[in-house]
């Protein structure tokens, strides 16, 4: 032979099976070719479904947000219109109160003017010094005042309370609006964040759920709730504003018909003052005779209080020398509790001495005040009737104040 020919040391197969596993092959190939057509389909299948989920989604997501967004906008506007009601009811309770007072202070000095009226008229001596017909309607129109200031102070109290209250809630309106208009930056831009806005990332846990969560009913409650309270308050308000007007109206009238009544009694009491002037000089001698016989106590107390200091001072200077007996006779005999007896009596009785002495001496002024009192009325020969026409003048500033409340 030409050619030498060196065959392979390896297993060889036949042509039926070489053809089988072409045909093997084939289909494999076939199969893979249809698994991954399928897959193909149900790839794009699955990106359109997602796609168009992601998109409602979104649009969902970003309707709920605007829907969201209109509904905390409608009850900022409520709330605000809300906190404007609150603010103007306040301004008027403010200046109903104000006007309150200003009137209580008004009666304050009416009060003064009274009480002096009053007080000059208990100045007047024994003789002078009876429930007239003047003293009458000054008492009835410091009751009429007492009565007024107790009404008054009842409604600014309820003004000033009223006031705090409008004050709270005008603070929770504030903190809440607050709230919104910050809730409301929140969602709008929420509302214009895209897939491809730069600041969104991954966040670690955005599944939480915060312990302050509240429940979407319970946050239309609280907002419901706010908007009662403030119609309610301002309902409160107007309602308050009205008492408080009303009275001060009545009280200006009584007082005036008072004061009226009062000038008329005090008028005819100078009228009947006139026919006793002379009882003036006897009361005049019997203070004087009293401060003198005063004036003899006051000696004599202080010359009790004297006596008495030396003999306190002996008793404590004997009880602190026995304090330095030697040994066992420091003991605690019948002789010191006689000097701590004596110590204790002396004390209290300088004590008794000493408050009636201060007693005394105030009595003293008072009589010496009420002489100097009795010698302008001799001096102007009628103190009665002088106590008289100054509560006649006082008066008219009583009238003067009543008109311009």
């Known amino acids: 032979m030409s050619v030498v020919l060196e065959d392979k040391y390896l297993p060889r197969v036949s042509c039926a099976d070489w053809e089988k596993k072409v045909h093997h092959l084939q289909e494999v190939s076939s199969s893979q070719r249809a698994g991954s057509t399928a897959l193909r389909f149900e790839s794009n299948q699955l990106r359109n479904e997602t796609e168009i989920e992601v998109l409602w989604n979104k649009y969902n997501s970003n309707r709920k947000l605007a829907d969201r967004i209109k509904e905390i906008e409608k009850w900022r506007y409520i709330l605000e219109q809300q906190l404007q009601n609150v603010k103007g009811e306040l301004a008027a309770v403010n200046n109903e109160k104000s006007l309150t007072d200003n009137q209580i202070q008004s009666l304050n000095i009416l009060f003064s003017l009274v009480n002096e009226c009053l007080t000059i008229r208990n100045e007047r001596n024994c003789a002078d010094l009876c429930e007239d017909i003047g003293q009458t309607e000054l008492r009835k129109e410091h009751s009429l005042l007492e009565r007024m200031k107790k009404t008054l102070t009842d409604q600014s109290l309820a003004g000033w309370e009223q006031i705090k209250r409008l004050n709270e809630l ?76 009303v009275p001060r109206q009545k009280f200006h009238n009584e007082l005036f018909i008072q004061t009226e009544a009062t000038n008329f009694a005090l008028r005819k009491r100078i009228y009947e003052t006139r026919r006793l002037r002379n009882e003036l000089d006897w009361q005049n001698q019997k203070v004087k005779q009293e401060m003198e016989r005063l004036m003899k106590e006051i000696n004599e107390i202080d010359q009790a209080l004297q006596a008495k200091t030396n003999v306190l001072k002996l008793a404590e200077t004997r009880i602190e020398k026995r304090m330095f007996r030697p040994g066992t006779e420091l003991c605690n005999d019948d002789t010191l509790s006689g000097l701590k007896q004596e110590i204790i009596y002396l004390r209290e009785t300088r004590k008794n001495l000493s408050h009636q002495l201060d007693t005394a001496k105030a009595c003293y002024n008072e009589l010496e005040d009420q002489m100097l009192t009795l010698e302008l009325e001799l001096a102007d020969k009628n103190h009665a009737l002088q106590t008289d026409i100054k509560c006649m003048d006082l008066r008219l500033s009583i009238l003067s104040s009543a008109k311009k409340n």
Do not use: G
């Open 170 to 245: 005008k603070a929770k309106l504030e903190y809440d609006l607050a709230d919104k208009h910050k809730t409301l930056d929140i969602e709008s831009t929420c509302l214009q964040l895209e897939p491809t806005s730069s600041d969104i990332s991954y966040k670690a846990d955005a599944l939480r759920n915060l312990k302050l969560f509240i429940s979407h009913e319970a946050w239309l409650a609280r907002c419901e709730s706010l908007k009662n309270s403030a119609d309610c308050e301002v309902r409160n308000s107007q309602k308050l504003c009205e008492e408080m007007c």
